[in-house]
């Protein structure tokens, strides 16, 4: 890497830490305090209340589906929607305003690859074929503060059912749209956009992989990845790409965004394993965003049910990294 800069994902470990939230919290009460004295200034603040309203909010709130229940209470809405990673935005958490600039209609998605029936489709085409539900998940960053989000869409099978991948598919790719004139992170040409993720099969057809396209009883906000993201509750939140405009099926392992980066510190599997830490600070505990103190992280996040059985025979990989 040339230039030599603290870039976004060097975080320190003391920014891992209970006092970097302390910092964070205060920071976000300010920003919602401090609101509405700013808000004629504000450009982006200007562009949130321009934002087309969304013609999916009809189809809110979905059904809940009580299979998925949480140890812990919801995450605030407010907090949720408030606290993101979103680089195509900037590597700050506060960019839910900056990112109303993200236009959602029309979006295409784009279905290719090694399938039987590839295939071009507007988000709303897609949700038309969907059944939606609502799941409550635990969602844990690799940064080691956490929510719990009740998020609405639809398992990602559906949409690989949909596609009928051919034998020779072995991977999934996902790629989130490129547009650095609406998305000013974009311009930082040191990061290799666009962002990028991969699963396996048997990961992306495991009933906890999760399309997302509403959060909290509505479509879900630009900020969060509208209008389709994943969730992948039982990894590190990277791997639950945003905005995402293609899947490509594949016999190739994709090489996801961040490990492109720093293929030492994010890697393809990024399971949560509390035993296991970051290169740079422990995952052995994490901060509950709106929550005081630390609690124990849980092994893949607490999904182990569901998930263990996909690592069987795979000793050899880096699984929690
Ligand atoms: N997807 C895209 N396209 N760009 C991103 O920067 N950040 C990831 C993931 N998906 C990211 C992304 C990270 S690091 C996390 S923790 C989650 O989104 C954050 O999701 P949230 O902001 O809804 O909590």
Redesign the pocket.
């Given at each position: 890497m040339l230039i030599k800069r603290k870039r976004g994902w060097e975080l320190r470990e003391s920014e891992a830490t209970p006092e970097a939230m302390f910092h964070d919290r205060r920071r976000i009460l300010q920003a919602m305090g401090l609101g509405a004295l700013t808000a004629a200034a504000s450009p982006a603040r200007v562009a949130l209340a321009a934002a087309p309203a969304d013609p999916s909010a009809g189809l809110y709130p979905a059904r809940r589906n009580e299979r998925y229940t949480l140890d812990r209470p919801v995450t605030d809405e407010k907090l949720?929607t408030t606290y993101?990673?979103?680089?195509?935005y900037g590597s700050q958490k506060t960019i839910a305003e900056d990112a109303q600039e993200l236009p959602i209609r029309p979006w295409t998605i784009a279905i290719d690859g090694m399938v039987e029936k590839p295939m071009t489709l507007g988000i709303d085409d897609l949700l038309k074929r969907a059944t939606l539900e609502e799941r409550l998940y635990r969602?844990r960053?690799?940064?080691a503060w956490s929510?719990a989000v009740p998020w609405s869409g639809f398992a990602l099978k559906a949409l690989v059912d949909m596609a009928q991948p051919l034998a020779s598919a072995k991977y999934l790719r996902m790629e989130?749209f490129e547009n650095p004139k609406v998305a000013p992170g974009q311009k930082q040409f040191w990061y290799p956009w666009p962002?990028v993720e991969g699963l396996t099969m048997a990961e992306a057809t495991n009933e906890l992989a999760f399309l997302v396209t509403g959060m909290y009883g509505k479509p879900v906000p630009r900020?969060?990845?509208a209008p389709l993201?994943l969730a992948l509750p039982w990894k590190y939140?990277?791997k639950?790409?945003?905005?995402i405009v293609k899947f490509s099926f594949t016999d190739k392992r994709p090489v996801s965004f961040w490990e492109k980066l720093q293929s030492s510190e994010y890697g393809f599997w990024a399971n949560v394993n509390p035993d296991v830490p970051h290169p740079r600070w422990s995952q052995a505990t994490e901060r509950v965003l709106g929550v005081d103190g630390r609690r124990p992280t849980l092994l893949y996040n607490g999904y182990g049910d569901y998930v263990a059985s996909l690592y069987q025979g795979l000793a050899g990989e880096h699984l929690f990294m």
């Amino acid at each position: 890497m040339l230039i030599k800069r603290k870039r976004g994902w060097e975080l320190r470990e003391s920014e891992a830490t209970p006092e970097a939230m302390f910092h964070d919290r205060r920071r976000i009460l300010q920003a919602m305090g401090l609101g509405a004295l700013t808000a004629a200034a504000s450009p982006a603040r200007v562009a949130l209340a321009a934002a087309p309203a969304d013609p999916s909010a009809g189809l809110y709130p979905a059904r809940r589906n009580e299979r998925y229940t949480l140890d812990r209470p919801v995450t605030d809405e407010k907090l949720a929607t408030t606290y993101n990673n979103f680089y195509e935005y900037g590597s700050q958490k506060t960019i839910a305003e900056d990112a109303q600039e993200l236009p959602i209609r029309p979006w295409t998605i784009a279905i290719d690859g090694m399938v039987e029936k590839p295939m071009t489709l507007g988000i709303d085409d897609l949700l038309k074929r969907a059944t939606l539900e609502e799941r409550l998940y635990r969602h844990r960053c690799v940064e080691a503060w956490s929510m719990a989000v009740p998020w609405s869409g639809f398992a990602l099978k559906a949409l690989v059912d949909m596609a009928q991948p051919l034998a020779s598919a072995k991977y999934l790719r996902m790629e989130t749209f490129e547009n650095p004139k609406v998305a000013p992170g974009q311009k930082q040409f040191w990061y290799p956009w666009p962002y990028v993720e991969g699963l396996t099969m048997a990961e992306a057809t495991n009933e906890l992989a999760f399309l997302v396209t509403g959060m909290y009883g509505k479509p879900v906000p630009r900020q969060d990845g509208a209008p389709l993201r994943l969730a992948l509750p039982w990894k590190y939140g990277f791997k639950s790409i945003k905005s995402i405009v293609k899947f490509s099926f594949t016999d190739k392992r994709p090489v996801s965004f961040w490990e492109k980066l720093q293929s030492s510190e994010y890697g393809f599997w990024a399971n949560v394993n509390p035993d296991v830490p970051h290169p740079r600070w422990s995952q052995a505990t994490e901060r509950v965003l709106g929550v005081d103190g630390r609690r124990p992280t849980l092994l893949y996040n607490g999904y182990g049910d569901y998930v263990a059985s996909l690592y069987q025979g795979l000793a050899g990989e880096h699984l929690f990294m």
